[in-house]
C-alpha cells in the first residue's frame, strides 16, 4: 500500500517540481527565439560573461534561502521564488497575515496562512497586471499627470513603513543596528539604489542576526 504523503513532504514534492519546471521554461524561451531566428550567443562571450556575474547571485541565492524561509515558510518560499517580488511584495504580505493570524511562519498554521496569502497576492498581482495591460492607453494621461508623481514615488516607502512600525515597536533595541547601517550605506554610497533592494535584504538580515547575538551575549536583550 502506498504510503500516503504529510503535508510538509507534499509541499517539499510539488516545490520542486515547480521551481524545476519553472527554471525550464525560463531557460527554453532564450534558446527557443536564438534557434528561431538564427540568433545563437557567442559562446566565449557567454561563458567569460557567466563566470564573472554566476558566482554573485549563486551567492545572492543562498543567502536568500537562508533569509527567507525561515520568515516566509516553506511553501510561501517555494511559491514566492516562482513567482518573485519578494522583497517588495510577497514578504510584506505573508508577514503581515502571519501578524495578523498571531502565529508563526515554522509552525502549521503558519505554512498554510503564509503559501495562502502568497498565493493571492500572485493572483491579485496577474489580474492587475492584465487589466493595466488592458487600461494602458486610456490611464496613461492620468497616470503620467505630474500631481501624481509623488504619490507613486512613496508606495513602496508607505508600504514598509506601516510595516516597519509594528516590526520594530517589538523589539526597538533590535531595530538600531540594520536601520543605521542601510542609512549609511543609501546615504554614502551613490551606487546603491532601489534595483539592489534583492541584494541588500539579505545583506541587512545576516548583520541583524550578528548584531543580536552579541547584544544577547553581553545581557542587552
Do not use: C
Not at 527565439?33 to 559562446?43: H, S
Not at 521564488?81 to 517588495?88: A, D, K, L, Q, R
Not at 493572483?123 to 505630474?146: D, E, H, K, Q, R
Amino acid at each position: 500500500m502506498k504510503k500516503k504523503l504529510s503535508y510538509m513532504d507534499s509541499v517539499h514534492r510539488d516545490g520542486r517540481i515547480w521551481n524545476l519546471s519553472m527554471m525550464l521554461m525560463l531557460f527554453m524561451y532564450p534558446i527557443a527565439v536564438g534557434v528561431i531566428y538564427n540568433a545563437l550567443p557567442d559562446w566565449r562571450g557567454f561563458a567569460l560573461g557567466l563566470v564573472a556575474t554566476a558566482p554573485m547571485y549563486w551567492a545572492v541565492a543562498v543567502v536568500e534561502v537562508l533569509t527567507y524561509v525561515p520568515m516566509l515558510g516553506a511553501g510561501g518560499s517555494y511559491l514566492s521564488f516562482v513567482t518573485g517580488n519578494i522583497s517588495n511584495l510577497k514578504l510584506p504580505v505573508a508577514l503581515n497575515a502571519l501578524e495578523q493570524a498571531g502565529v508563526k511562519a515554522s509552525s502549521e498554521e503558519g505554512e498554510i496562512i503564509s503559501t495562502i496569502a502568497i498565493a493571492v497576492s500572485s493572483i491579485v498581482t496577474t489580474l492587475i497586471i492584465i487589466l493595466g495591460v488592458i487600461l494602458i492607453t486610456p490611464l496613461t494621461p492620468i497616470l503620467n499627470a505630474p500631481v501624481l508623481a509623488p504619490a507613486f514615488a512613496q508606495i513602496l516607502p508607505a508600504l514598509f513603513g506601516g510595516l516597519g512600525v509594528v516590526f520594530i515597536s517589538k523589539n526597538w533595541k533590535i531595530a538600531i543596528a540594520p536601520v543605521t547601517l542601510m542609512l549609511i550605506l543609501f546615504i554614502f554610497v551613490p551606487a546603491l539604489n532601489s534595483s539592489t533592494v534583492g541584494i541588500m535584504v539579505p545583506v541587512g538580515v545576516l548583520f541583524t542576526l550578528g548584531v543580536s547575538r552579541i547584544m544577547y551575549k553581553k545581557g542587552l536583550l
